[in-house]
């Protein structure tokens, strides 16, 4: 069965660059969360969209944003790069009324 | 007060035992409820979700709700050590229709 695909696997950026973290939900599902998660941290709710619209939103830093396009894929766009936005970033998708949730494998970003 | 608290463990328990792990929610009014497991550096796997009150069985997992306690648990019997894993509980809260809040989340070690 298909899964929610995230690209890149790794990433590595210089401090003050630019990310872009991208996610392809399950098939018909319409709703993805974006997690962030630092080592030994638990997963921090990023922000979420729904039928291309944003319906929740987390501990977002400023300098990120991101957004759900008409095919349901999403992407995280990460700015001014700090050393602690290095982390495990997933994405995950669910269908309608927030049935269970499937994360991807995860993009880890490191900020050199 | 965390939206949802989990004891970080580590939960040391020998093989073919029973592990129980516990999570507490603030959000009285939380609909859905879900376990996942996650293996250091990988993303989150689910396992159980769990809707209404009382006990749902899968395999050799349970999950139990209550909630007037605001409580859900899990417990895995025959524990093996390929069960070692950190567990997250995750809670989708009233306020946010489209996040799903996590625990921090218990070590769970299994031991020949």
């Known amino acids: 069965a298909a899964g929610v695909i995230q690209s890149p696997r790794h990433l590595i950026k210089e401090k003050r660059e630019t990310a872009t973290l991208k996610c392809y939900p399950i098939?018909?599902?319409?709703?993805v969360y974006w997690y962030q998660q630092g080592p030994g941290q638990d997963p921090q709710f990023l922000i979420s969209f729904y039928e291309k619209m944003q319906s929740d939103k987390g501990s977002i830093p400023d300098r990120f944003s991101a957004q759900q396009f008409s095919d349901y894929h999403s992407e995280l766009n990460m700015s001014s790069l700090e050393l602690g936005d290095s982390a495990l970033y997933f994405c995950?998708?669910?269908?309608?009324?927030?049935?269970?949730?499937?994360f991807g494998q995860g993009t880890r970003l490191t900020v050199v | 007060q965390k939206e949802v608290e989990q004891n970080s463990g580590p939960l040391s328990v020998p093989e073919g035992a029973i592990a129980s792990l516990n999570c507490t929610y603030s959000d009285r009014g939380s609909q859905s409820f879900f376990w996942y497991r996650q293996y250091s550096g990988k993303s989150p796997e689910l396992i159980m979700s769990i809707y209404s009150n009382g006990d749902k069985e899968d395999g050799r997992f349970t999950a139990q709700l209550n909630k007037a306690s605001q409580y859900v648990s899990l417990l895995i019997r025959d524990s093996q050590p390929s069960d070692s894993a950190t567990y997250l509980c995750?809670?989708?809260?009233?306020?946010?229709?489209?996040?799903?809040?996590f625990g921090a989340g218990t070590r769970l070690a299994v031991h020949p």
């Open positions: 995750a809670v989708n809260t009233l306020g946010g229709y489209n996040k799903l809040i």
């Open positions: 995950a998708s669910s269908g309608e009324h927030v049935t269970e949730a499937f």
């Open positions: 098939p018909r599902h319409d709703t």
